[in-house]
């Protein structure tokens, strides 16, 4: 797993540096990181390789939210992480969809259960693809692409950005082979990817330009699932 660390203090760097290699040791999850001191040096060497980037967030030049904004209209998905001594600045986080930030001075602790929390991003970001089986062929969907799962009498439609497939089979065919937190069902005949979930209005949920219904049934199970993703934490 390749992790980018972007700080100019060399002491907090080699701190962090040392954090993973302690939590490598700890958990056998395999961690290398490079090190940037500035945004631009960082940028220049950006080819979207990383799983992880940590930034600082008082930095000379581009601050880490400046350079955080930017990330994200390179990599919708990358994981961010900010490391920070300015605590009011930290809530900048939400507008990029920074996992959590680290005060500084950065301890072992709070480094390392923030860091548990963004490789379970990680994770549920790296899945594979999804083979469907429509009347023109075989088509691969990537799962988070998919917006929603729509059931019709023995037919599936699964709504992307850009386009929809209609397959043959039941919605819960669908669950088990997308196996994901990310994914609920607002209803019993729609599963919805909580990844592109906008907005919940009483009992309606949007989901990109939809708005599906939530069943008074399955509504506090959606929403126990909808907070847990949101946590990022594993059902």
Do not use: W
Not at 177 to 206: E, K, M, T, Y
């Amino acid at each position: 797993m390749q992790v980018a660390i972007v700080d100019d203090s060399r002491k907090d760097t080699e701190k962090m540096v040392e954090y993973l290699e302690q939590f490598t040791t700890e958990t056998k999850v395999s961690l290398a990181s490079i090190c940037f001191e500035t945004a631009s040096a960082f940028f220049a060497a950006f080819t979207g390789q990383f799983d992880l980037v940590i930034f600082d967030i008082d930095m000379p030049g581009m601050n880490g939210v400046e350079a955080a904004r930017l990330l994200r209209k390179l990599d919708s998905d990358v994981i961010i992480m900010f490391v920070t001594n300015l605590p009011q600045y930290a809530l900048a986080g939400y507008e990029v969809d920074a996992v959590d930030y680290v005060l500084k001075p950065v301890s072992y602790g709070d480094f390392c259960l923030k860091l548990r929390k963004a490789l379970r991003y990680v994770e549920r970001n790296r899945e594979s693809r999804l083979l469907l089986h429509t009347t023109e062929g075989v088509v691969s969907v990537i799962p988070r692409e998919i917006l929603y799962v729509e059931s019709e009498l023995h037919y599936l439609t699964y709504h992307t950005f850009d386009q929809t497939y209609r397959v043959r089979g039941t919605l819960t065919e669908a669950e088990n082979s997308l196996h994901s937190p990310s994914f609920a069902r607002c209803n019993n005949s729609c599963l919805v990817n909580l990844r592109h979930v906008s907005a919940i209005l009483r009992d309606d949920v949007q989901v990109g330009t939809a708005l599906l219904k939530i069943s008074r049934s399955r509504k506090k199970e959606f929403l126990e699932q909808f907070t847990r993703y949101l946590g990022g934490m594993k059902p």
